[in-house]
């Protein structure tokens, strides 16, 4: 794990927030659908442009990076959270797919989120390593044994997606121009989803 984490150490040196999301069993417009956007209207941006498109209506609706990635699906959030809220990892894994996703803001919080067959299996701030930090934290069985570098916690994130689904997090992604949809602030989209932001 410690050689997997070094290989990301990048991340660390780059003034990045983000939740990056894997989705497999599911297709570009499913995801998007899912995340609130509309499949039709994609523009090609970066990841910096993707956040500068947002930032006048920060709160109001953001800009996602979706795109396929092999046989899964990669939504990418500049400064967004929606692939942290458990109600979008039930839907994106609805009908037997699978979804992971890293989340980390400006503030230094953290969350790992995956859910299998619409149903959350983990939701924990890998701060804490495999400790319960509030009630309604999952703590899954993998993260056993695994030796998680609380100061290195962004390239311990990137290291999680590749070991839960195999996607080797390659740096040149924030600097592509790939498929981006607007989508809603998800605690506005599903504001009368009871227990949207719990597993």
């Known amino acids: ?29 499913e995801v998007v659908s ?23 209506k920060f709160g109001e609706y953001f800009f996602c990076q979706i795109f396929p990635h092999g046989p899964d699906v990669v939504a990418l959030e500049n400064n967004g959270w929606s692939g942290s809220v458990p109600e ?6 609805a009908s037997g797919g699978r979804f992971f996703s890293v989340f980390w ?15 959350v299996v983990a ?18 069985e993998w993260i056993n044994g695994l030796s998680l570098q609380a100061g290195h916690l962004r390239a311990t994130s990137l290291a999680l997606i590749e070991l839960q689904t195999g996607l080797a997090f390659d740096q040149r992604l924030l600097n592509t121009r790939l498929p981006t949809y607007r989508i809603p602030d998800p605690d506005v989209m599903l504001k009368d989803v009871e227990n949207a932001r719990l597993p």
């Open 34 to 56: 899912v995340y609130g956007g509309d499949p039709s209207r994609s523009t090609m941006m970066t990841f910096s442009e993707a956040e500068d498109a947002g930032s006048e």
């Open 123 to 140: 939701w924990f701030d890998p701060m804490h390593g495999g400790e319960r930090a509030g009630p309604a934290d999952l703590i899954p």
């Open 1 to 29: 794990m410690r050689e997997l984490i070094e290989q990301y150490s990048w991340i660390e040196h780059l003034d990045v927030v983000m939740t990056a999301a894997v989705i497999e069993g599911s297709t570009e417009q």
């Open 105 to 119: 803001n400006a503030n230094s919080v953290f969350r790992i989120v995956q859910a299998v067959d619409g149903q």
């Open 88 to 93: 979008i990892a039930r839907r994106a894994s």
